[in-house]
């Protein structure tokens, strides 16, 4: 009744693989008491700095009513703090306190054990060329036209005191569960 072509949908292995790397990473973190959603938070905040609310939710891909409970727990639990932006006492931007350091520790940790299991067998250059055929997918999705082609320094300087690695984690694995058309994982050409 019906049909598709599974095996050839980027759009099925996409879906697919942030799945993986999502349930991977909730596996990890569930013993810590950390939810997925906690982790993105943390996440665009190490990865972009502070946001607003509004900007927050849009990254999240949630509504503001499920995102303001999220934030609740985690002012609560001081891993976060809101505070009136300069200029618009309307508006509201997040922040981590330093108490979320040793839970950003353990999400680190648990980060690059789903790396390590997910990229199990597979090359330094099989990884650079998943890097590139992403990016190509993401920009010619995007309408955007500049495709980084030149592979990263091996010693590039990372924001907050992150590390190369756990950065490019977080940039795979936000942009995984953030992106529905842009596979983590598509190592063979899709033949037309």
Known sequence: MLEHDFHDSIGCW????????????????????????????????????????????????????????????????????????????????????????????????AARSVRMRATQGVSAVELEQVRLILERLRLNLSGEDELQTTPRPAAQPARDDLGREVLELTEEIVRSSQRAAVPPMVLEPHSP
């Not at 409970?69 to 639990?77: S, Y």
């Open 14 to 109: 996409v879906g697919m693989t942030a799945r993986a790397f999502e349930r991977a990473l909730n596996e990890e973190l569930a013993p810590h008491g950390i939810t997925f959603q906690q982790w993105q938070v943390l996440a665009w905040l190490a990865f972009e700095g502070e946001l607003s609310q509004a900007q927050l939710a849009q990254r999240l891909r949630v509504e503001a009513p499920t995102l303001v409970g999220i934030l609740d727990r985690m002012e609560r639990d001081m891993w976060i703090e809101r505070v009136v932006a300069a200029g618009d006492r309307r508006k509201k931007l997040i922040r981590p306190m330093p108490k979320v350091k040793p839970v950003w520790e353990r999400i680190l940790a």
